[in-house]
């Protein structure tokens, strides 16, 4: 297996999330949903983790974007956009030296999986303050063929 989660793997196993925080929001209200159509959302998220040579911590940051529209009789109505940036920090239990490809492929799995739930919870929040329906994000899946 040459998934990220195979390749995060040493990484994952020494290090433990310290904080999360949420560094840059914002979102906009573009029109209410109309009755009887459902509303459907696209999800992107960028993921990225920084290490210094020889430290004990990393940060890794995921930017979230979230389209939300409605299909009305073949037009697509764009309802609302929301956008933001969470940023996990970890120690790493010994002193190791983690490679790149380490290092990006736990931003990709374990520390996106961390994150997540966080980002989950703002997007139902905000949605909700928008007086649009709570809108629950699915389940975070990870590819294991190599594609997006």
């Not at 940036?85 to 799995?109: D, H, P, Q």
Request: glycine share 6%; aromatic share 8%; net charge negative.
């Amino acid at each position: 297996m040459t998934d990220d989660r195979h390749i995060a793997a040493r990484l994952a196993a020494k290090s433990d999330l310290m904080d999360i925080r949420m560094v840059k929001s914002s979102f906009e209200h573009k029109g209410f949903p109309e009755n009887g159509s459902p509303i459907s959302y696209g999800l992107h998220i960028n993921p990225e983790a920084t290490m210094a040579d020889a430290s004990d911590k990393f940060v890794m940051s995921a930017e979230f974007t979230i389209e939300i529209s409605q299909d009305i009789e073949g037009e697509t109505k764009d309802i609302a956009h929301i956008e933001f940036i969470l940023v996990g920090m970890y120690n790493i239990e010994e002193e190791l030296e983690f490679t790149r490809a380490e290092v990006e492929a736990f931003s990709k799995s374990t520390g996106i999986f961390a994150l997540y739930p966080y980002a989950r919870e703002y997007v139902q929040s905000v949605t909700s303050r928008l007086g649009l329906p709570a809108l629950t994000l699915g389940l975070h899946k990870v590819a294991t063929d190599g594609k997006e």
